[in-house]
């Protein structure tokens, strides 16, 4: 139970800006979950890595493109790899395609953060007056 416990807290001593990675899948939450997970997490610390295996691949480009086109992020790095995996019908080895996406902030994120949460208010007294 000792090695359990040790291990755990070993995790991630290394590897400091794997707290603000999102493995992405394409089968659990919707895009746009992600999308404003990314955004809290660039609030939080300046920058976010997407990561995502196999058909998730299309839905990580899609958030980042997203993030981009509204003037949140820009690209700092794009990294793709292959990672061997268990075949879980067939129980043989399986390449999986790997991409993982590293976006920082813009230099007006903070800016289009704040507007969109006044939009936000604006529309919610809106609707209460009516």
């Known amino acids: 139970m000792e090695e359990i416990t040790e291990a755990v807290n070993n995790i991630?001593?290394?590897?400091?800006?794997?707290?603000?990675?999102?493995q992405v899948?394409?089968?659990?939450?919707?895009?746009?979950?992600?999308?404003?997970l990314a955004k809290?997490?660039?609030q939080q610390h300046n920058e976010?890595?997407?990561?995502?295996?196999?058909?998730?691949?299309?839905?990580?480009?899609t958030i980042a493109e997203i993030l981009k086109n509204n003037g949140l992020a820009v690209e700092k790095k794009i990294t793709t790899s292959t990672v061997d995996m268990k075949?879980?019908?067939?129980?043989?080895p399986v390449q999986k395609a790997k991409i993982e996406i590293l976006l920082g902030k813009?230099?007006?994120?903070?800016?289009l953060m704040a507007a969109a949460a006044e939009?936000?208010?604006a529309g919610g007294d809106v609707e209460e007056q009516s």
């Open 119 to 121: 939009e936000r208010e």
């Open 40 to 42: 809290r997490y660039m």
């Open 25 to 36: 899948s394409n089968t659990k939450k919707p895009l746009f979950f992600y999308v404003n």
């Open 48 to 61: 976010v890595e997407l990561s995502a295996l196999g058909m998730a691949i299309a839905t990580v480009v």
């Open 12 to 22: 991630n001593i290394s590897d400091s800006h794997k707290k603000n990675r999102i």
């Open 106 to 111: 813009t230099a007006n994120f903070d800016e």
């Open 87 to 92: 075949d879980e019908s067939r129980g043989r």
